[in-house]
């Protein structure tokens, strides 16, 4: 088994539709966890880090779920810029280096 | 700001050939990575410096080294390219320590061709 897993898609969505993504990881002392976006043959981009509480960033909800040790990422009201491969990040501290990345999950949002 | 800058965006090399890939950061970072991402799967961990001085291994350490030359720079080498190591390698850095939250900053990438 993985220690981080995604659902790869593709997603294909219209635009305005609501879709979520989940992502779970496999060791219970994880203790940072972030949403990045990466558009095709660029680089990855932080969208949001992912806190215990849940948290909020416009049309983009993270949530973190302990117990089921897994974390979701809804994006409401989808533009079409949001197409883009979402990868999901696991990180225990203080080893800096112990960072795992899922594979990816691919939304394309169309008109 | 420039964030992270890696040195070439493109290369193609012969088997057996050698390299170094450059990595900056002016973010005063003490943590910087070298990933690799292969079409289709997530970021691998090549090596790590959790701060200047220091240097681990990650998930692929295999056929690289790297050197921490300062605080701003970490240097990837491929000493003999394999057909394998053909990739897209991106550099990454963060503040270190147990700041939370933060994530890391990533360079724009080199796309590296081993034929």
């Known amino acids: 088994r993985k220690e981080v897993e995604q659902d790869p898609g593709p997603f294909n969505v219209p635009e305005g539709a609501t879709v979520a993504f989940n992502c779970t990881y496999s060791?219970?002392?994880?203790?940072?966890f972030f949403w990045y976006r990466q558009d095709c043959r660029k680089e990855p981009k932080l969208l949001m880090s992912?806190?215990?509480s849940g948290n909020e960033d416009g049309r983009f909800t993270a949530q973190l779920n302990r117990a089921s040790q897994y974390i979701s990422l809804l994006i409401r009201d989808s533009k079409l810029s949001d197409s883009a491969t979402y990868l999901c990040v696991v990180i225990l501290w203080p080893n800096a280096g112990k960072s795992t990345f899922g594979d990816g999950t691919t939304l394309t949002v169309k008109p | 700001n420039a964030g992270v800058t890696q040195t070439p965006k493109f290369q193609v090399l012969k088997t057996g050939q050698s390299m170094t890939l450059q990595c900056a950061q002016d973010m005063n970072h003490n943590s910087m990575y070298w990933y690799r991402q292969d079409p289709g799967m997530g970021l691998r961990l090549i090596y790590y410096s959790a701060s200047e001085g220091t240097t681990d291994k990650g998930e692929v350490p295999n056929g690289y080294n790297v050197s921490r030359l300062n605080k701003r720079e970490f240097s990837l080498r491929l000493e003999s390219a394999a057909p394998s190591q053909t990739s897209v390698y991106f550099c990454a850095s963060s503040p270190g320590g147990q700041i939370l939250g933060y994530g890391y900053t990533f360079g724009s990438g080199t796309r590296l061709t081993v034929v």
């Open positions: 060791n219970s002392a994880s203790q940072s």
């Open positions: 992912v806190y215990s």
